[in-house]
């Protein structure tokens, strides 16, 4: 397997979890301060979550033991992007409670 297969695969895989689960208003907040909350919340996220390092990848030898190197590398990436997005996740929970906000029963 190349490079050029596994790009798309990891890309398909990674964007499979990218949502972000739902909050109800816990105080009587208003639609437009829920979502300027939510908002917020989705930016600090992804603000203080670690990027995923951008580190090349090179490998020589066979062709078996690079296609291996290649697939051992992809399967590392795409652990390192779940863990990534399963940190934001966690990060926008903490801001949405933080807020007053409480999760959405029918989402869990």
Known sequence: MTSKAIAPLLAALTL?????????PAHGQSIEQTAA???RCKAMAEGVTPELPSVGFYA??????VAGAQIG??????AAAAVRQQQKVENFRDC?????????????
């Open 73 to 78: 590398y992809g399967l590392g990436m795409l």
């Open 37 to 39: 909350d939510r908002f």
């Open 16 to 24: 499979t979890a990218c949502g972000m689960p739902n909050y109800v």
């Open 60 to 65: 020589q030898g066979s062709q078996a033991y």
């Open 96 to 108: 949405m409670t933080a807020s007053g906000y409480q999760p959405d029963p029918r989402t869990y």
